[in-house]
Structure formats: C-alpha cells, structure tokens
C-alpha cells in the first residue's frame, strides 16, 4: 500500500508554467513505473507523463513538449514541470503507478489555467 500526496496546483494565466509535486509514503519510486494523470471536467482520467526506475520517460501528445517529469528518490517525491499552458491543460492532476492502482489514487491538486 502506498498513499500519495499532490500539491502546488493553483491559477494560471495561458503561457504561464507551474510545478506541481507528488509526496509517496514509501520509497515506491525505486521499483514501479508511475505517471502523473490528470482528470479534466467531464472526461476520465488519462495519463500525461510516465516514468520508470531506468528513467525511461514517456508523454502523451498533448504533454509532449511543454511537460517535464522528474523524481527525487531520496525524497519520495515527483514532479511535473508544466510550461506554456494552455486552458485544456485545466484539470485536476495526480500521480499513481503504472498500471493505475485503485487504491492509491490521492486528492489530487487542481490546475486552471484562465486569465
């Protein structure tokens, strides 16, 4: 069992970037794939941004170019370095492994992006 924690969302002007982060109870990051997904109004949530333990990193297309994803291990702790953001990148962002855990899902931290 792991609990994830996400923080640093906020509002946004389009253009403008953010870094959001995610706090893992355990050192889960040393062993299993995660991604930052993101739930926006009336749509299931999909994943933006993938990461292995080999650092192997993969982005969906709509991230691919704009979004940066990291982790400090000694830490427990990912990020997602989001720039030039645009107003469909308004949702509400979480972190979890690869596949999905059920259980694991956090609160998230909302992103809007508006001016």
Not at 63 to 70: D, E
């Amino acid at each position: 069992q792991v609990q994830f924690v996400e923080s640093g969302g906020g509002l946004v002007q389009p253009g403008g970037s953010l870094k959001i982060s995610c706090e893992a109870s355990r050192d889960i990051f040393d062993y299993s794939p995660m991604a930052w997904y993101r739930q926006r109004p009336d749509e299931p949530r999909a994943w933006v941004a993938k990461i292995t333990p080999a650092d192997n990193i993969q982005y969906s297309d709509s991230a691919k170019g704009r979004f940066t994803i990291s982790r400090d291990k000694a830490k427990n702790t990912a990020y997602l370095q989001m720039n030039d953001l645009k107003p469909e990148d308004t949702a509400v962002y979480y972190c979890n492994v690869v596949p999905a855990e059920s259980g694991f899902w956090g609160q998230g931290t909302q992103v809007t992006v508006s001016s």
